[in-house]
Nanobody, 114 residues
Framework: QVQLVESGGGLVQPGGSLRLSCAASGIIFSVYVMRWYRQAPGNQRELVAVATPGGSTNYVDSVKGRFTISRDNAKSTVYLQMNSLKPEDTAVYYC????????WGQGTQVTVSS
């Protein structure tokens, strides 16, 4: 059974930082493309960051220079380091693993507010 379990969300003030984690099980993690998405209330789910098996990364323009995606294949875990957080980063953040199949985590809430 495939599971993706996110953690690390919470409430943070503008300008603060959070690190999200997504631990995968039931898949050969190292061959999967790993992505972080987010969805704010009333909005469509948005792709935030991608990490390929080969180590390439890509980001949506709104988070470039502030967020960093990384993966630890030995731990089957992908991370999203989020710095200089803004209120508009408030959303539920989802982990996604894709190869031939597409798997999702349950999401973790990130709220940026003073």
């Amino acid at each position: 059974q495939v599971q993706l379990v996110e953690s690390g969300g919470g409430l943070v003030q503008p300008g603060g930082s959070l690190r999200l984690s997504c631990a995968a099980s039931g898949i050969i993690f190292s061959v999967y493309v790993m992505r972080w998405y987010r969805q704010a209330p009333g909005n469509q789910r948005e792709l935030v960051a991608v990490a390929t098996p080969g180590g390439s990364t890509n980001y949506v323009d709104s988070v470039k220079g502030r967020f960093t995606i990384s993966r630890d294949n030995a731990k089957s875990t992908v991370y999203l380091q989020m710095n200089s957080l803004k209120p508009e980063d408030t959303a539920v953040y989802y982990c996604n693993a894709v190869l031939q199949n597409n798997y999702w985590g349950q999401g973790t809430q990130v709220t940026v507010s003073s």
